[in-house]
């Protein structure tokens, strides 16, 4: 072994988590403080329950449920990205303005509302034509 080698075998990475409790703890801060900081986060888990509780009232097949679940969660999950990208370039120009970190801000607040889009999509073709059957 080299003098390279050993001197890498002894160094302690302050990044990485050895522990899964531990991972999992900074996984739930991170939970928090996106629900506690971001109003959208909060809208967007209100406005999701819309169509779980319209599964429940018509009845959904367990096929629609995994889309309907799926469709609000990514759209979650969008959120949890968009947060992300607007927090490095937050970080990265200091809170001064610049034209590309608009840019780059806004392109990932347009693909929440793009996801959230698709989401309204997918519950109307599942939940109209249910609709449609009870009003007629």
Known sequence: MDSKEKNNSK???IWKNTQFLKSFHHAWDGVKTIWCEERNLRHHVAFGSIPLLAGVLLGISRVEWIVIVLCVFLVIIMEFLNTIIETVVDMVTNYEYHPLAKKAKDI???AV????FFTVVIAAIIFLPKLIELAF
């Open 11 to 13: 160094q302690v990475n």
């Open 108 to 110: 990932a607040a347009g």
């Open 113 to 116: 509302l793009v996801t959230a």
